[in-house]
């Protein structure tokens, strides 16, 4: 019988114009004519360690009956990998990543929509405090929706021009920092927030020192742009645990969530949603660019970014290298609008997932 369902799939593969391979273990047993191009060495039989190299390490750490989703960013490719349970083989789709939209595109669009925001923030310290003195009981709550919307306008802005600002690269402003003390105070800014969307935040910061080069202002962006999600995707009462623990000469951030976990049909999606024309089957996935542009950030650090999701939640992996940089530091070209404005990024970067009473306006000053 297992051999009839082998031959099935094997078949299956043969006829698919997608790159997959089917593993027994860390043996492939079957490979598409696609993922034999990406991968020459994909021949049945192979070792997983002999196909993929230096990232067998993300394969062998899949867990059956979860899913994975890690980009392999070679020279000669840059491919999304993504790792499911296929009864009791494992399947790899693999994806090469594409340019989602054009850079002038996204920089268009970016401008766009900061010009009518800049006329709405310069109306809206005006308008703010006729709405909390109007008798009308729903007047505080309708300000507040105001406040958060504008922040989320902001927050899409500011990714929009940076995504295509760093479409060929990204430049980092570095400095060497110790993971854990910077991951507590950003953990102690945003703990409040995060409270206030009925959730609990725990933390495992492995003690001692972790020395590694990073640019604060974008990593930061990274790792609440993480929370965010975690926020999102998590009911009221659960928990979201960030953890940081050194493993040899690398660092590993780890978000955790108790949401729903993500569809393994869903997963290959997660750095190209935004080039898919179908609708989105769930809104709280936003426009699409925060994962990816997370990605470029932790890819500029020389890093790898990693999702592990099953029913029972989601979790996501970025890993650092703590040798320290030694080639040269350049500025960061682009900074969120908000920021150069004085608002506190921590509340940019995570409006989309806070209920509307965080933004309460007799609360945060515009």
Same mark, same amino acid.
């Given at each position: 019988?297992?051999?009839?369902?082998?031959?099935?799939?094997?078949?299956?593969?043969?006829?698919?114009?997608?790159?997959? %391979?089917?593993?027994?273990?860390?043996?492939?047993?079957a @490979?598409?004519? @696609?993922?034999?191009?990406? /991968?020459?060495?994909?021949?049945?039989?192979?070792?997983?360690?002999?196909?993929?190299?230096?990232?067998?390490?993300?394969?062998?750490?899949?867990?059956?009956?979860?899913?994975?989703?890690?980009?392999?960013?070679?020279?000669?490719?840059?491919?999304?990998?993504? %790792?499911? #349970?296929?009864?009791?083989?494992?399947?790899?789709?693999?994806?090469?990543?594409?340019?989602?939209?054009?850079?002038?595109?996204?920089?268009?669009?970016?401008?766009?929509?900061?010009?009518?925001?800049a006329?709405v923030?310069?109306?809206?310290?005006?308008?703010?405090?006729?709405?909390?003195?109007?008798?009308?009981?729903?007047?505080?709550?309708?300000?507040?929706?105001?406040? $958060?919307?504008?922040?989320?306008?902001?927050?899409?802005?500011?990714?929009?021009?940076?995504?295509?600002?760093?479409?060929?690269?990204?430049?980092?402003?570095?400095?060497?920092? #110790?993971?854990?003390?910077?991951?507590?105070?950003?953990?102690?800014?945003?703990?409040?927030?995060?409270?206030?969307?009925?959730?609990?935040?725990?933390?495992?910061?492995?003690?001692?020192?972790?020395?590694c080069?990073?640019?604060?202002?974008? %990593?930061?962006?990274?790792?609440?742009?993480?929370?965010?999600?975690?926020? $999102?995707?998590? $009911?009221?009462?659960?928990?979201?645990?960030?953890?940081?623990?050194?493993k040899?000469? !690398?660092?590993?951030?780890?978000?955790?969530?108790?949401?729903?976990?993500?569809?393994?049909?869903?997963?290959?999606?997660? /750095?190209?949603?935004?080039?898919?024309?179908d609708?989105?089957?769930?809104p709280?996935?936003?426009?699409?660019f925060?994962?990816?542009?997370?990605?470029?950030?932790?890819?500029?650090?020389?890093?790898?970014?990693?999702?592990?999701? !099953?029913?029972?939640?989601?979790?996501?992996?970025?890993?650092?290298?703590?040798?320290?940089? $030694?080639?040269?530091?350049?500025?960061?070209?682009?900074?969120t609008?908000?920021?150069?404005?004085?608002?506190?990024?921590?509340?940019?970067?995570?409006?989309?997932?806070?209920?509307?009473?965080?933004?309460?306006?007799?609360?945060?000053?515009?």
């Open positions: 019988m297992a051999d009839t369902i082998l031959e099935t799939m094997r078949e299956m593969l043969r006829v698919t114009p997608a790159a997959r %391979m089917l593993f027994s273990g860390q043996t492939l047993v @490979a598409s004519a @696609a993922a034999i191009r990406l /991968f020459p060495l994909a021949s049945e039989g192979a070792q997983a360690d002999e196909i993929f190299g230096g990232w067998a390490e993300q394969f062998r750490s899949y867990v059956p009956g979860s899913s994975l989703l890690f980009s392999i960013t070679e020279p000669e490719l840059h491919c999304d990998v993504t %790792m499911t #349970d296929c009864g009791a083989y494992t399947l790899v789709s693999l994806e090469p990543e594409r340019e989602q939209l054009g850079i002038q595109t996204l920089q268009a669009i970016a401008d766009r929509l900061r010009q009518p925001m006329s923030m310069a109306v809206t310290p005006k308008l703010l405090p006729l709405l909390e003195e109007s008798a009308e009981p729903l007047a505080m709550d309708w300000a507040a929706s105001l406040n $958060k919307n504008l922040y989320s306008m902001m927050r899409t802005a500011g990714n929009l021009r940076l995504y295509g600002d760093t479409s060929t690269g990204m430049a980092l402003q570095t400095s060497r920092v #110790d993971l854990a003390a910077w991951l507590e105070s950003l953990l102690d800014r945003a703990e409040p927030l995060i409270r206030e969307a009925g959730l609990s935040l725990v933390r495992e910061i492995e003690p001692g020192s972790c020395l080069e990073i640019d604060r202002e974008r %990593m930061e962006q990274a790792v609440l742009n993480l929370l965010s999600n975690a926020i $999102k995707f998590s $009911k009221a009462g659960k928990e979201i645990r960030v953890c940081l623990r050194r040899g000469q !690398r660092a590993e951030i780890a978000v955790r969530d108790q949401g729903c976990g993500i569809p393994p049909d869903q997963m290959g999606l997660i /750095f190209s949603r935004s080039e898919h024309r609708p989105i089957p769930d709280r996935w936003g426009v699409g925060g994962l990816p542009l997370t990605r470029r950030i932790v890819q500029a650090h020389g890093g790898q970014l990693m999702l592990e999701s !099953r029913e029972t939640g989601t979790s996501v992996f970025v890993a650092l290298n703590l040798r320290e940089r $030694k080639d040269h530091i350049l500025r960061t070209p682009v900074k609008p908000v920021c150069e404005n004085g608002i506190d990024s921590v509340l940019l970067e995570l409006a989309d997932a806070l209920p509307d009473r965080v933004f309460d306006t007799r609360e945060i000053d515009l």
